[in-house]
């Protein structure tokens, strides 16, 4: 069992940037697959970027080469670096951890200006 509690959401203009934690209740060193979504209004729950423990990584194709997901196991956090937003970006970003079940936070409001 774990709780993700995410931060560093915001308003920023289009072009700017955002850096997103989700910092878990316990060590994330043995959590293999920790992943951002997002949900936009009235849109479902999409993918964004998903990180392993081996470090590998994948990202949803509208954010391929803009953001880049990380995880500090020693610091208990992943994190999303989002660059040169756009408006559709506009969404609650949630955490996910996949152990046992999938956890979720409850989400952090990104809301791109144009």
């Known amino acids: 069992q774990v709780q993700l509690v995410e931060s560093g959401g915001g308003l920023v203009q289009a072009g700017g940037s955002l850096r997103l934690s989700c910092t878990a209740s316990?060590?994330?060193?043995?959590?293999?697959?920790m992943g951002w979504y997002r949900q936009a209004p009235g849109k479902q729950r999409e993918l964004v970027a998903i990180i392993f423990s081996g470090g590998g990584s994948s990202y949803g194709d509208s954010v391929k080469g803009r953001f880049t997901i990380s995880r500090d196991n020693a610091k208990n956090t992943m994190y999303l670096q989002m660059n040169s937003l756009k408006p559709e970006d506009t969404a609650v970003y949630y955490c996910n951890a996949a152990i046992e079940k999938n956890y979720w936070g409850k989400g952090t409001l990104v809301t791109v200006s144009s």
């Open positions: 316990r060590s994330i060193f043995t959590i293999n697959a």
